[in-house]
């Protein structure tokens, strides 16, 4: 995996975490939302990657 796609994983997930968790504190239900699929993002960018470089192999 590139270390710039690794990273733009890294960030998307750790992004839809806190927008998880700030949804969840205020009780906002569309923010919490966002942040799941954020995460999914990031773990999708990152299942591809692993592809590749299996790929590779």
């Known amino acids: 995996m ?3 796609e690794k990273a ?3 960030a ?3 992004k839809g975490k806190a927008k ?3 949804g969840r504190m205020v009780g906002n239900e ?3 939302a966002e ?3 954020d995460q999914a993002k ?3 960018r990152q299942a591809k990657e692993k592809a590749k470089d299996a790929m590779k192999d």
Do not use: F, M
Request: proline share 0%.
């Open 2 to 4: 590139s270390r710039d």
């Open 35 to 37: 942040g799941r699929i």
């Open 8 to 10: 733009k994983a890294k």
């Open 12 to 14: 998307e997930q750790a």
């Open 20 to 22: 998880e968790a700030l």
């Open 42 to 44: 990031g773990d999708a």
């Open 30 to 32: 569309r923010r919490t």
